[in-house]
């Protein structure tokens, strides 16, 4: 009778025993669970987020990338007319020493100016807006593929670099940067023509110009798509027209000491 009562008190303690064990392992397997699905969520938001954010930026430069290329002469106007407008600007705080001109890079070194001509502003965005803009717009992507193709090859590349700075750039580009801030300072076309050969003559003009744009154009022609070439000239424009602008503001402190 003992011996059975004792049987029976053993398979309850390990039928106890099991139970306990089996539901702490239940419990346990739970609780995995909830953090696991606790962390899920986690995971998606932070996913989702980040597909997100792909997603705007991609929308960003695709709405960037098609107002250039369904208004290419608005773009080009308003690109080129503010990076003129900025880098006449940071000409204008800048001004020479009383000593010759030091070039680092095709980049004159200049001191702080005083005042800041707004007119003298106006002519270099409007040179900037009409002429780099809307006009190389006209020249570059519509009459170039005309008169030379629109193949990428080095000799159409340079056939295009070659008339670009032997025709366009004396002839065309230079002059009417002249002509623009003649009209805006009111004086004569003749006096605008005999600043730019003073400045061709005396100054290095058109090498500077070529020193910088003949590797520029070869990037522009034969890398650049078509519908972004006006802004890339206008990027490495900013470090140009800091040239420019400073070559016509010395030569104004010269005939005013004068």
Same mark, same amino acid.
């Not at 965005?125 to 006009?135: E, R, S, V």
């Given at each position: 009778?003992?011996?059975?009562?004792?049987?029976?008190?053993?398979?309850?303690?390990?039928?106890?025993?099991?139970?306990?064990?089996?539901?702490?392992?239940?419990?346990?397997?739970? *609780?995995?669970?909830?953090?696991?699905?606790? /962390?899920?969520?986690?995971?998606?938001?932070?996913?989702?987020?980040?597909?997100?954010?792909?997603?705007?930026?991609?929308?960003?430069?695709?709405?960037?990338?098609?107002?250039?290329? &369904?208004?290419?002469?608005?773009?080009?106007? /308003? &690109?080129?007319?503010?990076?003129?407008?900025?880098?006449?600007?940071?000409?204008?705080?800048?001004?020479?020493?009383?000593?010759?001109?030091?070039?680092?890079?095709?980049?004159?070194?200049?001191?702080?100016?005083?005042?800041?001509?707004?007119?003298?502003?106006?002519?270099?965005?409007?040179?900037?807006?009409?002429?780099?803009?809307?006009?190389?717009?006209?020249?570059?992507?519509?009459? *170039?593929?005309?008169?030379?193709?629109?193949?990428?090859?080095?000799?159409?590349?340079?056939?295009?670099?070659?008339?670009?700075? /032997?025709?366009?750039?004396? *002839?065309?580009?230079?002059?009417?940067?002249?002509?623009?801030?003649?009209?805006?300072?009111?004086?004569?076309?003749?006096?605008?023509?005999?600043?730019?050969?003073?400045?061709?003559?005396?100054?290095?003009?058109?090498?500077?110009?070529?020193?910088?744009?003949?590797?520029?154009?070869?990037?522009?022609?034969?890398?650049?798509?078509?519908?972004?070439?006006?802004?890339?000239?206008?990027?490495?424009?900013?470090?140009?027209?800091?040239?420019?602008?400073?070559?016509?503001?010395?030569?104004?402190?010269?005939?005013?000491?004068?």
């Amino acid at each position: 009778m003992l011996r059975k009562y004792l049987s029976l008190r053993n398979a309850s303690l390990v039928a106890a025993v099991f139970f306990e064990q089996t539901n702490a392992f239940q419990m346990k397997s739970a *609780f995995l669970h909830m953090n696991t699905r606790g /962390l899920h969520p986690q995971k998606k938001s932070s996913s989702l987020q980040m597909a997100l954010d792909a997603d705007d930026v991609t929308n960003t430069v695709s709405a960037i990338s098609n107002f250039y290329e &369904t208004s290419p002469f608005l773009s080009a106007f /308003l &690109t080129c007319g503010a990076k003129a407008s900025a880098a006449d600007f940071v000409a204008q705080k800048r001004t020479d020493d009383g000593e010759e001109n030091k070039v680092v890079s095709d980049i004159a070194i200049l001191k702080e100016k005083k005042n800041f001509e707004g007119s003298r502003n106006l002519a270099f965005l409007l040179y900037g807006g009409l002429y780099q803009g809307m006009a190389q717009e006209l020249i570059y992507n519509h009459f *170039f593929p005309i008169w030379f193709g629109q193949s990428t090859e080095l000799s159409t590349v340079a056939t295009k670099v070659s008339f670009d700075m /032997l025709i366009l750039t004396p *002839f065309l580009c230079l002059p009417i940067a002249y002509f623009v801030k003649a009209i805006i300072f009111r004086y004569s076309m003749g006096e605008a023509l005999e600043r730019y050969w003073y400045d061709v003559q005396n100054k290095g003009l058109i090498l500077k110009y070529w020193s910088l744009w003949c590797p520029v154009q070869f990037l522009t022609f034969g890398i650049i798509p078509p519908h972004f070439r006006i802004a890339f000239i206008a990027f490495i424009s900013l470090f140009w027209l800091i040239i420019l602008s400073s070559i016509s503001a010395r030569q104004e402190d010269i005939e005013q000491e004068a």
